[in-house]
């Protein structure tokens, strides 16, 4: 089994490259999201998710942006599932962008492998 460490380095840095392709393998099928958006509350499946992932990768794909992904704290849940905290943000232009998502994602680990099955994310919260 891969340490959950070592795991989370290669998911940050997939994120980073804008791999969508790398992304998609890392969410499970049973995965289940809620994303808080302007006090809306709103929930999606593993479709809606990649969909959501590839609008992003596109969108800045010609722009000079840059994520800054910082784990907060990784919690484990039980044997098979661990819990990561993670803010993400990004600089467009060289500069730092007022707000950041919080992402709380849950991962577990099947026949050796991690995934992400669940992940709530708070958006629009200040970088000051």
Not at 7 to 26: E, P, Q, S, T, V
Request: glycine content about 6%; proline content about 2%.
């Amino acid at each position: 089994m891969e340490n959950f460490h070592t795991f989370l380095n290669r998911y940050l840095l997939g994120w980073k490259a804008a791999d969508l392709h790398f992304m998609k393998n890392f969410i499970d099928d049973s995965f289940q999201g809620i994303e808080v958006r302007d006090g809306k509350i709103t929930t999606h499946g593993k479709d809606a998710s990649v969909t959501g992932w590839s609008h992003a990768f596109n969108y800045f794909k010609n722009k000079e942006m840059e994520w800054i992904l910082s784990p907060i704290s990784v919690l484990p849940l039980n044997e098979n599932e661990i819990m990561a905290i993670i803010r993400a943000t990004m600089t467009l232009d060289g500069k730092l962008i007022d707000t950041s998502n919080l992402f709380f994602q849950t991962f577990s680990c099947e026949n050796g492998v991690w995934k992400l099955i669940r992940t709530y994310e708070e958006t629009g919260v200040s970088n000051s």
